[in-house]
């Protein structure tokens, strides 16, 4: 099936410090990638999707500038975490479509683990 | 989006059948019938998606009832490797996905 990966696997990084995770489609072209997060023994939480070349949608209660999302190709979506507090420790994983959304299959990331201390 | 309810916890032994069930007496005509899994600490995996006829592939088997009020995901041999949770999610093709919580499946010896 089509691969979908994420960079880093691992972030530690500092309160109110600036991370960066990104989501590439390796074989395939997605004009759209969706961004979920996890906390530890809970299901996986929409915060957003992402349209290349136009602004992403966040889902309700999801900060748009504390959650910057970037998808300015048809293989590369990035997040970036701004200002990250311990709160924002989590699981945060992407998906994609293969053939453009409609399909009904989406191909996960293998998640990025962050933790802010 | 219609609502899914799973069983929180199942069981099954190693080279059984394992059948999972879920219960979407809201889904509407449009509505697909998803199934994920995911694995600790990893992304989901996609198993298997169906409409109203049932699906197999060399994951998995999808029974839909004729009511599509409820749906069954088989796995025919479950082996270690299956222990996950499964999640059962009912979207129209072409929005995005939101999880519920999923059955953790654990295959035993």
């Known amino acids: 099936g089509a691969v979908v990966s994420q960079h880093p696997s691992r972030v530690i990084c500092k309160s109110g410090t600036s991370v960066k995770i990104e989501c590439r489609s390796l074989?395939?072209?997605?004009?759209?990638m969706f961004w979920y997060r996890q906390f530890p023994k809970q299901s996986l939480m929409l915060m957003a999707t992402?349209?290349?070349?136009?602004?992403?949608?966040?889902e309700q209660g999801v900060e748009k500038d504390k959650f910057l999302i970037n998808h300015a190709s048809l293989t590369l979506s990035t997040l970036t975490v701004t200002s990250a507090h311990p709160e924002d420790s989590s699981f945060y994983i992407c998906?994609?479509?293969?053939?453009?959304f409609g399909t009904g299959e989406l191909f996960f990331g293998e998640g990025s683990r962050l933790t802010v201390l | 989006d219609a609502k899914t309810t799973q069983p929180p916890s199942m069981d099954c032994a190693e080279g059984r059948a394992a059948n999972l069930p879920c219960n979407h007496s809201?889904?509407?005509?449009?509505?697909?019938v998803y199934w994920y899994r995911q694995i600790h600490s990893q992304g989901p995996q996609y198993i298997i998606h169906?409409?109203?006829n049932n699906e197999t592939n060399e994951m998995a088997s999808l029974i839909i009832t004729e009511d599509r009020k409820s749906s069954t995901l088989i796995l025919p041999h479950a082996t270690l490797r299956d222990t996950a949770v499964y999640y059962c999610?009912?979207?129209?093709?072409?929005?995005?996905?939101?999880f519920g919580e999923g059955t953790q499946l654990t295959v035993n010896p």
């Open positions: 998906s994609a479509a293969q053939g453009g």
């Open positions: 074989d395939f072209q997605a004009t759209t």
């Open positions: 992402s349209n290349e070349g136009s602004k992403a949608t966040y």
């Open positions: 809201t889904i509407s005509g449009n509505e697909y």
């Open positions: 169906g409409l109203k």
């Open positions: 999610i009912v979207q129209t093709s072409g929005s995005r996905l939101t």
